[in-house]
């Protein structure tokens, strides 16, 4: 009797774990995304890893100058890559074919302008 309901015991938790530790999984699911930004400098560089490292959603930002490439790895569930574009676009950066919002590009300090063509 008591081998029976220890088995059925267990068999029940069992039957509540599993699910649970499966949806615990499936939540910290990550996706990474590359931007190519118009980013020039550190300057740059610090302001748009920050800006988007703040952003709900988003593990994690890194910006490579040399390719003006932003790698972000983020969690599809809360954020996409279309709202980091548009963060991007809204601190005055290009971020792929979402064009910089030229007032925010504006203010941004000189170094940070794209040069003229």
Not at 100 to 113: D, G, I, T, W, Y
């Amino acid at each position: 009797m008591k081998n029976i309901l220890k088995v059925s015991i267990c068999a029940f938790l069992m039957a509540f774990i599993t699910p649970l530790k499966m949806n615990a999984q499936a939540a910290n699911v990550t996706q990474t995304v590359k931007i190519k930004t118009s980013a020039e400098c550190d300057m740059c560089k610090s302001r748009i890893e920050k800006e988007v490292r703040a952003m709900k959603g988003v593990k994690s930002a890194d910006l490579d100058l040399t390719t003006k490439i932003l790698t972000v790895e983020y969690n599809p569930k809360k954020i996409s890559p279309e709202n980091i574009r548009t963060a991007i676009s809204n601190i005055g950066y290009d971020a792929d074919d979402v064009k910089a919002n030229n007032r925010s590009q504006k203010e941004l300090p000189k170094c940070c302008h794209p040069p003229k063509n």
